[in-house]
């Protein structure tokens, strides 16, 4: 018995090592690019092309990021980025909401149909031409609005959250349809307050995507200002 368990101890820790050492080479491959990365940032032009794998400068400098804070267009993006944010995700979160809702309760005509047609566009849409006519047509290019509506609703988000309305009690909204209340308070009073945890995450989702929002802005606006 001891030497069984001698056995198993020894290939143990040869499974150890040899685990530890394959995390350490991911480590490895993950953090020498990222640190590669800023070395480059401080280093000088001359000295990036004499050894592009640095991973410290040896004459450390701040004028690349000097460059880079005077040049307008930076902030110009910053200011973009967040108004999309302001603007971009109340929008896609009210319209996302709304749509969820409208498409989880009810048996009402045509109800199959317009799913469908809403989890179709997951896997074929139009394509970026379309869409480009569809906003020259309505007068947006060239406006913040173009972007905030090419994205409002995301299907796969959607989906999430039509799926935890359905898992809501039903009962809750008939108790509240017989004290009278409509379809409008039910979704504000009732669903949305217990709805918190779904809420702040794709609220989180909308936020991250808005804020790295830049191919419908390179398509739809051309006024760099």
Same mark, same amino acid.
């Given at each position: 018995m001891k030497k069984k368990n001698q056995i198993h101890k020894k290939r143990f820790d040869a499974v150890d090592v040899v685990v530890v050492i394959l995390l350490t080479? +991911?480590?490895?491959?993950? !953090?020498? /690019?990222?640190? =590669?990365?800023? #070395? !480059? #940032?401080?280093?000088?032009?001359?000295e990036y092309v004499d050894n592009p794998l640095m991973l410290f400068p040896s004459q450390p400098t701040l004028k690349s990021y000097k460059l880079l804070l005077n040049d307008y267009r930076i902030w110009v993006g910053f200011r973009t980025s967040f108004l999309l944010v302001v603007v971009g995700v109340p929008v896609s979160m009210l319209l996302t909401t709304m749509l969820a809702y409208g498409? #989880?309760?009810?048996?009402?005509?045509?109800?199959? !149909? !317009?799913? *469908?047609?809403?989890?179709?566009? $997951?896997?074929? =849409?139009?394509?970026i031409i379309p869409l480009y006519l569809q906003m020259k047509e309505m007068r947006l290019t060239n406006t913040i609005w173009s972007v905030v509506l090419a994205g409002t609703v995301n299907v796969f988000y959607f989906v999430i959250m039509r799926n935890y309305f359905q898992s809501l009690p039903e009962s809750l $909204?008939? #108790?509240?349809?017989?004290?009278?209340? *409509?379809? +409008?308070?039910?979704?504000?009073?009732?669903?949305? /307050?217990?709805?918190?945890p779904i809420i702040a995450t794709l609220t989180l989702f909308y936020l991250v995507d808005r804020w790295n929002e830049w191919y419908n802005a390179l398509i739809f606006i051309r006024n760099t200002d």
């Open positions: 080479l +991911w480590m490895l491959l993950v !953090i020498v /690019p990222f640190v =590669n990365a800023i #070395s !480059i #940032s401080f280093a000088t032009q001359k498409t #989880s309760r009810g048996n009402y005509p045509g109800k199959k !149909i !317009i799913i *469908g047609g809403i989890l179709f566009t $997951m896997l074929f =849409n139009g394509g $909204m008939e #108790s509240a349809r017989l004290d009278g209340a *409509g379809e +409008w308070r039910i979704l504000f009073e009732i669903i949305l /307050p217990l709805s918190k």
